[in-house]
């Protein structure tokens, strides 16, 4: 077996997908091992079409041959497999280190089945602990914004690329919150979605259904309902 935990829990949840299943294309590097899975899969004659969480995701997901469909195209979605930054007991996540939230949980939200990849790594109580909260932001009014989020103890950093602000895949900025271990995520997502100028939290809440932990000996398989 494969010593790689992304890559094996990635490689356990491709076994999820059947034939003619539209499929939620995650970001990341986690998700890139199940594209790679995908990709080998559609070559060997399994047919399903995904629809991408970013733009770097749809370029993989078209050099690897998998078709692909607008999330505007389709009713639903069989079944998605994303990566997370982090995640606790209770299946609650922050996503968007790759600054793909907005898209991430626009095509979680359309999805019948939520599967969640990550190494054991990821595994953290409370959330906030290794990893900042990332808020997608109108650059309109990102300064507006992030006084908004210091003000309930969020310690916004604008992230940059390079020299500039780092630009979404919708052509915002994104905040990394230093929130620090966070007590009570479903309220602090309410009180996030609430500010003005904020387009989407980096909190995922009642999102993941089943997550898949690989380490350097073995892959598990976690249920919400059976946790
Ligand atoms: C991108 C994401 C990713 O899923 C998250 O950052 C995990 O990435 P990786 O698998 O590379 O650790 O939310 O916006």
């Given amino acids: 077996m494969n010593g790689n935990p992304k890559m094996r829990a990635a490689e356990r949840a491709v076994e999820f997908i059947k034939p003619g299943q539209i499929v939620g294309l995650g970001t990341g590097s986690t998700a890139a091992y199940v594209l790679e899975a995908l990709g080998r899969m559609v ?16 370029t993989v997901a078209l050099r690897l041959g998998i078709p692909l469909l607008n999330l505007n195209d389709v009713a639903r979605i069989d079944l998605t497999i994303d990566g997370a930054d982090e995640i606790d007991g209770d299946f609650n996540m922050i996503k968007g280190g790759g600054g793909a939230l907005t898209r991430e949980k626009l095509v979680a939200l359309a999805s ?83 500010m003005p100028g904020v387009i989407e939290s980096g909190l995922f809440i009642g999102i993941a259904d089943t997550v898949i932990v690989g380490d350097e000996t073995e892959v598990r398989v976690l249920n919400r309902n059976a946790a």
């Fill in 43 to 58: 070559r060997e004659g399994l047919e399903i079409r995904g629809v991408p969480t970013s733009r770097g995701s749809e």
């Fill in 112 to 194: 019948d089945r939520r599967v969640i990849v990550v190494d054991s790594s990821k595994l953290v109580s409370p959330l906030g602990t290794t990893r900042p909260l990332p808020v997608e932001v109108l650059p309109f009014s990102w300064s507006m914004s992030a006084g908004l989020l210091k003000e309930i103890g969020g310690g916004p950093v604008l992230r940059i690329d390079g020299e500039r602000p780092f630009v979404t895949d919708n052509s915002n900025y994104i905040l990394d919150c230093h929130f620090g271990p966070i007590s009570d995520p479903p309220s602090l997502e309410r009180r996030i979605k609430q």
